[in-house]
């Protein structure tokens, strides 16, 4: 293909998360290393490297939420 790989971005919130040929980048810092410490967001599909992530994480859980998906949850329900 003429121009490089097909890119897929989407910008939200200053986040930037691009997937290049199933690439998985950091929406924090905007990197593909050590993807092995990118946690995937289970209810948005936000990635983050655990060392970027505003509440830091040693082990990433099984099942884990993004800090904008752990407070909108934690919003009180409107009347």
């Known amino acids: 293909m003429a121009g490089g790989p097909n890119v897929a971005g989407l910008v939200e919130d200053d986040a930037i998360s691009v997937i ?5 980048v950091c929406e924090i810092c905007g990197s593909g290393s050590a993807p092995h410490l990118i946690a995937n967001c289970a ?3 936000a990635h ?5 992530m505003r509440v830091l994480a040693l ?3 099984r099942i884990w939420f993004c800090y904008r998906c752990q407070r ?3 919003r009180a329900p409107r009347p």
């Open 20 to 24: 290049i040929e199933g690439e998985v």
């Open 43 to 45: 209810r948005c599909n």
């Open 48 to 52: 983050e490297h655990r060392y970027c």
């Open 59 to 61: 082990l990433i859980p």
């Open 72 to 74: 909108n949850a934690n």
